[in-house]
T-cell receptor
Framework: RKEVEQDPGPFNVPEGATVAFNCTYS??????FFWYRQDCRKEPKLLMS???SGNEDGRFTAQLNRASQYISLLIRDSKLSDSATYLC??????????????FGTGTRLTIIP | EPEVTQTPSHQVTQMGQEVILRCVPI?????FYWYRQILGQKVEFLVS????????KSEIFDDQFSVERPDGSNFTLKIRSTKLEDSAMYFC?????????FGSGTRLTVV
């Protein structure tokens, strides 16, 4: 089983639509969870951390289900600028910021005008 | 906003040659990393570095790879004898308590 598994897509959705991405991870000892965004041939950039209680940042909502080892990202009112690859990322037990990150393969999103 | 700087942005090298990829991490960060991404594939961890030594490395990071922080500011990744399959985007990252910052990457092409 892959360490971090995502639907590779592509997801092609019209501007203004709501889109949801899912991710599962295999290591139950994982402690920190993130969604990163990667534009074509660019570095990954942190979109948001994911907490057990769920968290929201503007149009973006992330959820974590530790029992199911499942992470989700919801994007509401999608914009053309949301077109990118969304990476599900987990890291292991340690102080935040000094553990290796394990990346999923990413889900490609294209917003259609 | 502080940045992680990587040079060169693109390196073309012949198979069997040595390459050194350079990174300048954020100045107050203490943890340093190299990741790579083969075209069309996921980002993969190579090595982490803390307190002037390797703290963890992946199976990819074999004897052909080495890292160094020679002068307290630069952080380098050396590949001794490049193979075609080393062609990838190499990302440096540094971190402190508040998480990672990635550099913009070096695209290595081995011909």
């Amino acid at each position: 089983r892959k360490e971090v598994e995502q639907d590779p897509g592509p997801f092609n959705v019209p501007e203004g639509a709501t889109v949801a991405f899912n991710c599962t991870y295999s290591n139950s000892a994982s402690q920190s969870f993130f969604w990163y965004r990667q534009d074509c041939r660019k570095e990954p950039k942190l979109l948001m951390s994911v907490y057990s209680s769920g968290n929201e940042d503007g149009r973006f909502t992330a959820q974590l289900n530790r029992a199911s080892q499942y992470i989700s990202l919801l994007i509401r009112d999608s914009k053309l600028s949301d077109s990118a690859t969304y990476l599900c990322v987990v890291s292991g037990i340690s102080n935040f910021g000094n553990e290796k990150l394990t990346f999923g393969t990413g889900t490609r999103l294209t917003i259609i005008p | 906003e502080p940045e992680v700087t990587q040079t060169p942005s693109h390196q073309v090298t012949q198979m069997g040659q040595e390459v050194i990829l350079r990174c300048v991490p954020i100045s107050n960060h203490l943890y340093f990393y190299w990741y790579r991404q083969i075209l069309g594939q996921k980002v993969e961890f190579l090595v982490s570095f803390y307190n002037n030594e390797i703290s963890e490395k992946s199976e990819i990071f074999d004897d052909q790879f080495s890292v160094e922080r020679p002068d307290g500011s630069n952080f380098t990744l050396k590949i001794r004898s490049t193979k075609l399959e080393d062609s990838a985007m190499y990302f440096c990252a540094s971190a402190w308590v508040y998480g990672y910052t990635f550099g913009s990457g070096t695209r290595l092409t081995v011909v």
